[in-house]
């Protein structure tokens, strides 16, 4: 009798433990590029007025690039944005979200600053934004952010939170400055 009640509060125990894994469990989106597109992400950019001069090229600052070796990565252009980014939204199933990539210098972009925003809203302004690596003169980094969606008007109503990473404009530089993201991970879980 006693063994067999033991046996139920061990059985009661596992199940209790897979319910509370369940309730834990994490939800997170991959963005190798390599599948010739940069969706569900876009491209933004800012520009500080008066613009010491204005951007060249087109308003498109966000691009798709395979390497030599095969690896697919998103660029992101700067010719004198003071900041340029790629967004996505996400739905805030869970309260923590957790953000890592990899961000490279692809050409002149050794004055670009990696930084990153998480919000209800789009991103607007380079000042949305906080500043989360070094300048990529420093060399290739992979970058870690986490941010509770406690505290983020419009993720508790379930809309959508935006996340944006991108690169500050250091010395608002107006030559062609190239850098590159890859192996964005989003992870969503309760913490
Ligand atoms: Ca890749």
Redesign the pocket.
Known sequence: MKRTLSTGLLVAFLALSFAAQASAEKLGYYF???NKTTAPWVGGSYIESPAPVPPKGSSSVLGLQVAKDG???ASLTDAGHDAVWMQAKFVPSANTMAIEFDATNVTNAGRLAPIIYVGADAPKTLYDFQLLGMPLENGPQHLQYEVSLKGISGAATNQFVNVAIGFMNLDRLTTTQVAGL??IKVTIFDR
């Open positions: 190798d590029f390599q690896n697919g990565y890859d192996n």
